[in-house]
Protein backbone atom coordinates (compact mmCIF):
# COMPACT_ATOMS: atom_id res chain seq x y z
CA UNK A 1 0.00 0.00 0.00
CA UNK A 2 1.23 3.73 -0.67
CA UNK A 3 1.77 5.01 2.94
CA UNK A 4 1.36 8.76 1.93
CA UNK A 5 -1.29 10.16 4.34
CA UNK A 6 -1.99 6.77 6.26
CA UNK A 7 -2.86 7.36 9.37
CA UNK A 8 -0.10 5.19 11.80
CA UNK A 9 -0.50 4.78 15.56
CA UNK A 10 2.84 3.32 17.19
CA UNK A 11 3.05 2.26 20.79
CA UNK A 12 6.81 2.27 21.89
CA UNK A 13 8.92 2.42 25.25
CA UNK A 14 8.56 0.39 29.00
CA UNK A 15 5.35 0.72 31.02
CA UNK A 16 5.20 0.83 34.83
CA UNK A 17 3.12 -0.49 37.16
CA UNK A 18 3.26 1.15 40.75
CA UNK A 19 4.33 -0.42 44.13
CA UNK A 20 3.80 2.22 45.69
CA UNK A 21 3.75 6.31 45.97
CA UNK A 22 7.05 6.38 44.54
CA UNK A 23 8.38 2.81 43.22
CA UNK A 24 7.17 1.08 40.22
CA UNK A 25 7.94 -2.10 38.43
CA UNK A 26 9.09 -1.41 34.81
CA UNK A 27 11.40 -3.09 31.77
CA UNK A 28 14.41 -2.44 29.95
CA UNK A 29 12.80 -1.12 26.54
CA UNK A 30 14.20 1.91 25.35
CA UNK A 31 11.62 2.72 22.94
CA UNK A 32 14.36 2.80 19.96
CA UNK A 33 12.06 0.81 17.54
CA UNK A 34 9.18 2.88 17.70
CA UNK A 35 10.81 5.80 17.24
CA UNK A 36 12.70 4.36 14.34
CA UNK A 37 9.26 3.74 12.83
CA UNK A 38 7.84 6.95 13.73
CA UNK A 39 10.83 8.93 11.82
CA UNK A 40 10.78 6.67 8.76
CA UNK A 41 7.31 6.27 8.40
CA UNK A 42 6.93 9.92 8.74
CA UNK A 43 9.53 10.71 5.99
CA UNK A 44 7.29 8.91 3.78
CA UNK A 45 4.72 11.11 4.20
CA UNK A 46 2.22 8.77 6.76
CA UNK A 47 0.77 10.80 9.48
CA UNK A 48 2.06 9.02 12.43
CA UNK A 49 1.06 9.65 16.22
CA UNK A 50 3.64 7.47 18.59
CA UNK A 51 2.19 6.92 22.24
CA UNK A 52 5.32 6.36 24.42
CA UNK A 53 5.90 5.48 27.84
CA UNK A 54 8.72 6.71 29.94
CA UNK A 55 11.97 6.65 27.45
CA UNK A 56 13.92 9.32 25.81
CA UNK A 57 12.51 11.30 22.91
CA UNK A 58 15.79 12.00 21.32
CA UNK A 59 14.99 14.60 18.60
CA UNK A 60 11.55 13.89 17.10
CA UNK A 61 10.55 15.10 14.18
CA UNK A 62 8.15 17.83 15.34
CA UNK A 63 5.69 16.39 12.34
CA UNK A 64 4.71 13.25 14.36
CA UNK A 65 2.45 13.58 17.01
CA UNK A 66 3.40 12.78 20.33
CA UNK A 67 1.73 11.58 23.26
CA UNK A 68 3.35 10.23 26.66
CA UNK A 69 2.31 7.95 28.87
CA UNK A 70 4.10 6.11 32.04
CA UNK A 71 1.44 3.58 33.90
CA UNK A 72 -0.35 0.72 31.84
CA UNK A 73 -4.10 2.01 32.75
CA UNK A 74 -3.01 5.35 31.04
CA UNK A 75 -0.95 3.03 27.83
CA UNK A 76 -4.35 1.20 28.07
CA UNK A 77 -6.76 3.96 28.28
CA UNK A 78 -5.58 6.14 25.89
CA UNK A 79 -5.08 3.42 23.18
CA UNK A 80 -8.25 2.42 23.56
CA UNK A 81 -9.46 5.75 23.59
CA UNK A 82 -7.63 6.64 19.87
CA UNK A 83 -8.82 3.18 18.20
CA UNK A 84 -12.47 4.12 19.39
CA UNK A 85 -12.58 7.63 18.38
CA UNK A 86 -10.03 8.55 15.21
CA UNK A 87 -9.41 6.79 12.22
CA UNK A 88 -6.29 4.97 12.02
CA UNK A 89 -5.25 2.87 9.05
CA UNK A 90 -2.48 0.66 10.72
CA UNK A 91 -1.42 0.00 14.34
CA UNK A 92 2.47 -0.70 15.33
CA UNK A 93 2.19 -2.52 18.90
CA UNK A 94 5.73 -2.60 19.72
CA UNK A 95 5.45 -1.25 23.67
CA UNK A 96 6.53 -3.29 25.70
CA UNK A 97 3.97 -3.81 28.35
CA UNK A 98 4.36 -4.91 31.80
CA UNK A 99 3.11 -8.51 32.00
CA UNK A 100 2.24 -8.34 36.01
CA UNK A 101 1.43 -6.02 38.57
CA UNK A 102 1.36 -5.78 42.14
CA UNK A 103 -1.67 -7.31 43.70
CA UNK A 104 -1.87 -4.48 46.52
CA UNK A 105 -0.59 -0.95 45.93
CA UNK A 106 0.38 0.63 48.62
CA UNK A 107 -1.26 4.24 48.97
CA UNK A 108 1.78 5.94 50.97
CA UNK A 109 5.24 4.75 50.50
CA UNK A 110 6.58 2.05 52.07
CA UNK A 111 8.77 2.35 54.90
CA UNK A 112 12.41 1.27 53.65
CA UNK A 113 14.25 -1.19 55.82
CA UNK A 114 11.59 -3.99 56.21
CA UNK A 115 13.07 -7.03 56.19
CA UNK A 116 11.57 -10.05 53.88
CA UNK A 117 9.05 -7.63 51.88
CA UNK A 118 6.78 -9.98 49.61
CA UNK A 119 5.11 -8.17 46.43
CA UNK A 120 2.24 -10.64 44.99
CA UNK A 121 2.17 -10.30 41.74
CA UNK A 122 -1.20 -10.85 39.45
CA UNK A 123 -1.42 -10.64 35.48
CA UNK A 124 -2.83 -7.75 34.02
CA UNK A 125 -4.63 -7.40 30.76
CA UNK A 126 -3.23 -8.26 27.33
CA UNK A 127 -3.65 -5.05 25.27
CA UNK A 128 -3.27 -6.27 22.46
CA UNK A 129 -6.25 -8.85 22.23
CA UNK A 130 -8.45 -5.38 23.17
CA UNK A 131 -7.38 -3.77 19.93
CA UNK A 132 -9.46 -5.59 17.76
CA UNK A 133 -12.86 -5.21 19.89
CA UNK A 134 -11.84 -1.36 19.69
CA UNK A 135 -11.28 -1.49 15.67
CA UNK A 136 -11.61 -4.31 13.68
CA UNK A 137 -10.57 -3.38 10.59
CA UNK A 138 -7.07 -1.84 11.57
CA UNK A 139 -4.10 -3.06 10.01
CA UNK A 140 -2.29 -5.00 13.34
CA UNK A 141 1.64 -5.52 13.94
CA UNK A 142 2.38 -6.72 16.43
CA UNK A 143 5.76 -7.80 18.54
CA UNK A 144 7.13 -10.91 20.39
CA UNK A 145 10.27 -10.91 22.16
CA UNK A 146 11.68 -13.58 23.56
CA UNK A 147 15.23 -13.65 25.12
CA UNK A 148 17.69 -16.41 23.92
CA UNK A 149 15.44 -17.86 21.63
CA UNK A 150 16.66 -20.03 18.83
CA UNK A 151 14.61 -19.61 15.37
CA UNK A 152 12.35 -22.87 16.10
CA UNK A 153 10.92 -21.50 19.51
CA UNK A 154 10.86 -17.62 18.39
CA UNK A 155 8.19 -18.22 15.51
CA UNK A 156 6.86 -20.85 17.13
CA UNK A 157 5.55 -18.61 20.09
CA UNK A 158 4.66 -15.88 17.47
CA UNK A 159 2.81 -18.30 15.42
CA UNK A 160 0.58 -18.52 18.51
CA UNK A 161 0.41 -14.70 19.46
CA UNK A 162 -1.18 -14.59 15.66
CA UNK A 163 -3.38 -16.63 16.08
CA UNK A 164 -5.10 -15.02 19.65
CA UNK A 165 -4.43 -11.44 19.08
CA UNK A 166 -5.51 -11.89 15.13
CA UNK A 167 -2.33 -10.33 13.55
CA UNK A 168 -1.54 -9.18 10.15
CA UNK A 169 2.55 -9.04 10.69
CA UNK A 170 4.47 -9.52 14.25
CA UNK A 171 8.03 -8.70 14.27
CA UNK A 172 9.94 -11.40 16.23
CA UNK A 173 12.58 -10.75 18.23
CA UNK A 174 15.43 -11.62 20.57
CA UNK A 175 18.90 -11.05 21.67
CA UNK A 176 21.29 -14.10 21.56
CA UNK A 177 25.08 -13.16 23.16
CA UNK A 178 24.58 -9.92 23.05
CA UNK A 179 23.33 -9.40 19.55
CA UNK A 180 20.03 -8.65 18.11
CA UNK A 181 17.71 -10.92 15.82
CA UNK A 182 14.61 -10.78 14.43
CA UNK A 183 12.11 -12.19 12.19
CA UNK A 184 9.28 -10.72 10.28
CA UNK A 185 6.34 -12.91 10.33
CA UNK A 186 2.79 -13.39 9.02
CA UNK A 187 0.43 -16.44 9.93
CA UNK A 188 1.68 -18.52 6.12
CA UNK A 189 5.61 -16.58 5.77
CA UNK A 190 8.54 -15.45 7.29
CA UNK A 191 11.92 -13.40 6.30
CA UNK A 192 14.81 -12.52 8.22
CA UNK A 193 16.74 -12.98 10.52
CA UNK A 194 17.74 -9.44 10.84
CA UNK A 195 20.43 -8.12 12.66
CA UNK A 196 19.76 -4.91 14.02
CA UNK A 197 17.10 -2.23 14.37
CA UNK A 198 17.14 -0.16 11.87
CA UNK A 199 17.86 -3.38 9.09
CA UNK A 200 14.58 -4.77 10.74
CA UNK A 201 12.39 -1.13 10.70
CA UNK A 202 12.96 -1.12 6.35
CA UNK A 203 11.69 -4.35 5.87
CA UNK A 204 9.06 -4.05 7.90
CA UNK A 205 8.14 -0.46 6.07
CA UNK A 206 8.80 -2.53 2.51
CA UNK A 207 6.42 -5.05 3.69
CA UNK A 208 3.50 -2.66 4.56
CA UNK A 209 4.51 -1.21 0.89
CA UNK A 210 4.16 -3.79 -0.77
Known sequence: MCLKNKRILITAGPTWVPIDKVRVIS??????????????????????????GPAETYYLNKNIKLMRFKFFDEL???????????????????????????AKVYRQKVESGIKNLTLKLTPTVKIIDLIRKANPDIFLVGFKYEPDADKN??????????????????????????????????????????????????????????
Open 153 to 210: LLIKETNKLIQRSKLNLTVANSIIGGRYKAYIINKDTHCGPFLNKNAMCDNLIKILQA
Open 76 to 102: KNKLIKELKTKKYDILIHSVAVSDYKP
Open 27 to 52: NIATGQTGILLAEKLQRLGAKVTLLL
